[in-house]
T-cell receptor, first 111, second 117 residues
Framework: GAVVSQHPSWVICKSGTSVKIECRSL??????MFWYRQFPKQSLMLMAT?????????EQGVEKDKFLINHASLTLSTLTVTSAHPEDSSFYIC???????FGPGTRLTVT | AQSVTQLGSHVSVSEGALVLLRCNYS??????LFWYVQYPNQGLQLLLK??????LVKGINGFEAEFKKSETSFHLTKPSAHMSDAAEYFC???????????????FGTGTRLTIIP
């Protein structure tokens, strides 16, 4: 089946710093990328949707200037958490194309 | 707007017993329905999905789910639980495919399944 990778799988950063998360679809191309976050013991919540080469569309309540999404190619998308704070600590999951494929997730811990 | 309700945040069953995880949905358009499994520190894995047609959907690992429009339900079942089934299960709903061929998902809050030896 299709393979989706995320890097890093786990990152710890200090408050105020920025973190970049990469999502790659290794054997297929995806025009649309979905980014979710999952707080402990909660469900996945959609953060934003991006189409390759276009600006991302953010869900209500998600700060577009804080969560920067780049979808420059059909196999790579990045999510940058800028000026991270402890409340941003979460599990971030990408989904290239949606529905069928999800990345293994990146656990972000902000201290 | 769409929503999903999963009844029971925790379900425990004995090994070999029937597994039943409940999911009810709300959707203003004909729904596409999904069940996912998530093992600790891993991403989601699609178990099965319903789009159109046959209302009883068979998935991987022996799971199946039945779409009941009159009850707005999409419960997940497995006749005989195995220890390896212990995980978190999420029900999700989406609308019909958008022009891009995909649609965003709305997830339920999840049900943690524990298997008792």
């Amino acid at each position: 089946g299709a393979v989706v990778s995320q890097h890093p799988s786990w990152v710890i950063c200090k408050s105020g710093t920025s973190v970049k998360i990469e999502c790659r679809s290794l054997d297929f191309q995806a025009t649309t990328m979905f980014w979710y976050r999952q707080f402990p013991k909660q469900s996945l919540m959609l953060m934003a949707t991006s189409n390759e080469g276009s600006k991302a569309t953010y869900e209500q309540g998600v700060e577009k200037d804080k969560f920067l999404i780049n979808h420059a190619s059909l196999t790579l998308s990045t999510l940058t958490v800028t000026s991270a704070h402890p409340e941003d600590s979460s599990f971030y999951i990408c989904s290239p194309g949606g529905e069928q494929y999800f990345g293994p997730g990146t656990r972000l811990t902000v201290t | 707007a769409q929503s999903v309700t999963q009844l029971g945040s925790h379900v425990s069953v004995s090994e070999g017993a029937l597994v039943l995880l409940r999911c009810n949905y709300s959707s203003s358009v004909p729904p596409y329905l999904f069940w996912y499994v998530q093992y600790p520190n891993q991403g989601l894995q699609l178990l099965l999905k319903y789009t159109t047609g046959a209302t009883l959907v068979k998935g991987i690992n022996g799971f199946e789910a039945e779409f009941k429009k009159s009850e707005t339900s999409f419960h997940l079942t497995k006749p005989s639980a195995h220890m390896s089934d212990a995980a978190e299960y999420f029900c999700a709903v989406s609308g019909p495919l958008s022009n891009f061929g995909n649609e965003k998902l709305t997830f339920g809050t999840g049900t943690r399944l524990t298997i008792i030896p």
